[in-house]
């Protein structure tokens, strides 16, 4: 599997913190069409949440998302990584990032099976641009990896 880097755009609400919440924002996006790769949710306070989703397309899975208070999350410039699973992946890209001296704003991955799938979010487009050339290098073939 040859690795894959693009640009994605990440939802967030901040929802109430009570049972059935977070099942109400993903029904509705369910209802709409949504076929989700990506989901966090998190607790803020006592009584909220957030919750973060991609990928959202077409205008009936945008207004489900709407719908739930969904909006597109300012300040997230994210990247999405898909690459075969190997020992070393994550410390090999953070330390590339790193070393061309960009700050992570968020990171979230999973490794299923023989894949590995990462979101690193940084807090401004040209550091997420920035990062996607530095991460076709380190990933690449030529790389030794």
Known sequence: M?????????????????????????????????NLEFVIARRVSEDTSRVFVAPLRGAKQLRAAADVGLSRAAGMHTIRVEAPDRRGLGARMTRA???????????????????????????????AAQAMKVLRQALSGRSGW
Request: some cysteine; hydrophobic content about 50%.
């Open 97 to 127: 990032i790193a070393s061309a001296g960009l700050n992570i704003r968020g990171l979230s991955a999973a490794a299923p099976k023989k894949q590995s799938v990462c979101y690193v979010a940084f807090a401004r487009p040209d550091e």
């Open 2 to 34: 040859a690795v894959s880097i693009k640009r994605v755009e990440v939802w967030a609400a901040d929802i109430m913190n009570r049972p059935g919440m977070l099942a109400r924002v993903l029904e509705a996006l369910a209802s709409g069409g949504a």
